[in-house]
């Protein structure tokens, strides 16, 4: 199945397929996701689903809060739904992109 993704930070669509992780699908078309760890554990990728539904990892990097407000994490996600709206959540701090 190919996934149509509405990325809200850059205004793009991207064409992502079900088996890769958003981050990788939205990395190899060109998109550019802030991310550090890759396994769900920095929060770096965090951004809130608008629209669609994911399969998405529990991870220590996501509290429940995070999930209550629709926040998923790009790097442990793999579109559900034919089209998915993420908008992008800056960092708690300064230090989350070091």
């Not at 993704?5 to 088996?19: A, I, K, S």
Request: aromatic share 8%; hydrophobic share 30%.
């Amino acid at each position: 199945m190919t996934t149509f993704v509405r990325w809200l930070y850059d205004g793009r669509t991207y064409e992502l397929n079900e088996q890769q992780t958003l981050l990788h699908g939205l990395l190899e078309n060109g998109g550019d996701p802030a991310f550090l760890c890759q396994f769900g554990h920095c929060g770096t990728c965090m951004v809130r689903l608008v629209e669609g539904e994911v399969d998405h990892d529990q991870v220590p990097g996501l509290s429940e809060d995070d999930r209550k407000e629709g926040c998923i994490l790009l790097c442990c996600s793999r579109p559900k739904s034919k089209q998915l709206v993420l908008d992008f959540i800056r960092p708690r701090n300064r230090n989350d992109y070091v």
